[in-house]
């Protein structure tokens, strides 16, 4: 039948109240030709018409709760079910409370991860002389992951930009994705060392930490001098930056670097 928004269950014979106080199932027979006058209330009337007479409602459980409740009916021809058959309804219904259990945990979770990663991917800074656009859009439905990315200012004339991906899409890779980030930014702050260098030391917290199993991402500063940007970067395995100048797009392949894994790794090269 139609979806009915707005319920309200006050019992009167209804057998889905019934079901959800008792918190078990209900055996009901309907009788006369006309539907029962709670099926108006519950949407349900179009369901009696075609000459329903016997009913069976479930309530399904998830953690002790009545979250639905699942209908069997038998035509007024048919013979009533046997115990053997109620114990297969109760199944069904049990089945069901497992997979809407499964669905709400997930869901959660799933929920919690977006309010973490979202809470990461902050605006990037505003920095007079520079046009700063950051675009995110995960590919398929996994919407939770290890990328990201960030641009915060390192002093007066400097501004520090990080794009990076951890290994997953689950809440495990956004959360060692907010450590990664989190220690990034502090290793930037912290002293004025150059972008290899700080990826380095950013390779070797990782390794001693085992924060994960393996990340990729540049790290690059941009420096105002006089009139001009100069951009200094490194690679710790990640895909090359592009540069766009007068229509023409270049990859910029001029440093090496492996990936963020949790043994030591050779230094990496600055360009």
Do not use: K
Not at 78 to 83: A, G, H, V
Not at 188 to 211: E, F, H, M, Q, V
Not at 217 to 235: E, G, K, P, Q
């Amino acid at each position: 039948p139609p979806r009915v928004t707005g319920l309200r269950w006050y019992g009167d014979g209804d057998p889905i109240t019934a079901a959800i106080r008792q918190g078990d199932l209900i055996g009901q027979p309907v009788s006369g030709a006309e539907p029962p006058a709670w099926s108006h209330r519950t949407g349900s009337v179009a369901t009696f018409r075609g000459g329903l007479r016997h009913l069976v409602v479930e309530p399904v459980l998830v953690n002790g709760l009545v979250v639905a409740v699942v209908s069997f009916a038998l035509q007024d021809d048919r013979p009533w079910w046997s115990d053997d058959d109620l114990h297969a309804l109760r199944q069904i219904a049990r089945y069901a409370g497992i997979a809407l259990e499964h669905g709400l945990s997930y869901q959660a979770t799933r929920e919690s991860a977006l309010v973490l990663q979202r809470s990461l991917l902050i605006e990037p800074s505003t920095v007079d002389g520079l046009q700063i656009c950051a675009r995110y859009r995960p590919a398929g439905r996994d919407e939770v992951g290890g990328d990201w990315y960030d641009a915060f200012p390192r002093g007066s004339n400097q501004l520090a930009v990080v794009i990076g991906d951890v290994v997953g899409h689950d809440i495990t890779a956004a959360a060692a994705m907010g450590q990664l980030s989190a220690t990034l930014r502090c290793l930037a702050l912290d002293r004025d060392d150059g972008p290899g260098a700080i990826l380095d030391r950013l390779a070797a917290i990782n390794a001693r930490l085992s924060i994960t199993p393996f990340a990729t991402l540049l790290f690059a500063t941009l420096t105002r001098i006089a009139d001009r940007w100069v951009m200094r970067w490194a690679s710790a395995g990640h895909p090359p930056p592009l540069l766009l100048a007068s229509g023409d797009v270049q990859l910029l392949h001029r440093v090496r670097g492996a990936a963020l894994v949790t043994s030591e790794t050779p230094p990496r090269d600055e360009a």
